[in-house]
């Protein structure tokens, strides 16, 4: 079945610096990968998806980059504020089902 | 749009006793409903997909006799825990995917923390 790794596990930055964290899938068929963030305590909130037939998506300071070829993935965090601090997830979709294999997780601190 | 509520958000149980726990989705038709357990700082662990008027499929090691669902309607989608052994405490979240707008984005509850005494 479908394997996700993400890294890293936790990543510290100071505000207004750039974050990015990796996932990289096992199965060459997904087609959809979308990035949720979790508060503690929190329902996990989806917060920018693509698809594989798309390379690059940007919303606002989030922005998502999939290179299908090296099965791999990123969310970048621009312009950090301390609201960004959460854990973040990444996840992917086979083609064939609709469950999603979920990433590690990333705790991201920013320091003010 | 694409609420999905939980409840209870909190449960309290003894060992032995089962517990109930609805999924809604509030404002869409969920076609199927995920159920995910949670470990304090892990990651989300997918027990079984659930699709409205058939049975539930459930992933690798999850006991179908011990986790039973339900999926009765297109907005409600129940998890029971039963016969709930300590080990069983945990977080339980689910998630629903609106079928008929037909993406793949999957829109979570607030989750359920279960405390078996």
């Known amino acids: 079945g479908e394997n996700v790794e993400q890294h890293p596990s936790t990543l510290s930055v100071q505000e207004g610096d750039s974050a990015v964290i990796k996932c990289t899938y096992s199965d060459s068929a997904s087609n959809y990968f979308p990035w949720y963030k979790q508060e503690l305590g929190k329902r996990p909130q989806l917060i920018i998806d693509?698809?594989?037939?798309?390379g690059e998506k940007k919303d606002q300071r989030i922005a998502v980059t999939l290179n299908k070829t090296a099965k791999h993935f990123s969310l970048h965090i621009t312009e950090t504020q301390p609201e960004d601090s959460a854990v973040y997830f990444c996840a992917a979709k086979v083609a064939a089902g609709n469950k999603l294999t979920f990433g590690g997780g990333t705790r991201v601190l920013v320091k003010p | 749009g694409a609420v999905v509520s939980q409840h209870p958000s909190r449960v309290i149980c003894k060992s032995g006793t089962s517990v109930k726990i609805e999924c809604r989705s509030l404002d869409f038709q969920a076609t199927t409903m995920f159920w995910y357990r949670q470990f304090p700082k892990k990651s989300l662990m997918l027990m079984a997909t659930s699709n409205e008027g058939s049975k539930a499929t459930y992933e690798q090691g999850v006991e179908k006799d011990k986790f039973l669902i339900n999926h009765a309607s297109l907005t409600l989608s129940t998890l029971t825990v039963t016969s709930a052994h300590p080990e069983d405490s945990s977080f339980y979240i689910c998630?629903?995917?609106?079928?008929?707008?037909?993406?793949?984005?999957?829109?979570f509850g607030p989750g359920t923390r279960l405390t078996v005494t």
């Open positions: 693509i698809r594989s037939n798309v």
């Open positions: 998630s629903a995917r609106d079928g008929i707008a037909g993406g793949y984005e999957q829109y």
